[in-house]
C-alpha cells in the first residue's frame, strides 16, 4: 500500500523543499497568511468560523458533525 499524506507528515504539518521554497516564496507566503486569518478566527469566533466551513466546503455534511469533529480536535493560536 502506498504512503499517504498522514503517513509522511504524522503530526499534521507539511514540508517543502529549499528549491520549492525559493521558487514559490510569494505563494507561501499568502497561504500562511490565509492560514493564520482562518486560525485565528476559528479560535476567537469559532460559531461563525464553523458556520463558513459548513455553508462553504462542507454543505453535505450535517451541522452537529461539523461541531463535533471541531470538538475532537486541538487548536492553537498562530501566535508565537
Given at each position: ?48 468560523a ?6 462553504t ?6 451541522e ?17
Amino acid at each position: 500500500m502506498g504512503r499517504g499524506y498522514h503517513d509522511r507528515h504524522p503530526n499534521g504539518m507539511s514540508a517543502a523543499s529549499n528549491a520549492y521554497v525559493a521558487k514559490n516564496r510569494a505563494l507561501l507566503t499568502r497561504v500562511i497568511r490565509a492560514w493564520v486569518q482562518g486560525n485565528d478566527m476559528i479560535i476567537a469566533r469559532t460559531n461563525a468560523a464553523l458556520e463558513v466551513l459548513h455553508g462553504t466546503y462542507y454543505p453535505q455534511v450535517p451541522e452537529r458533525d461539523v461541531k463535533e469533529q471541531f470538538g475532537a480536535e486541538r487548536v492553537f493560536s498562530a501566535a508565537v
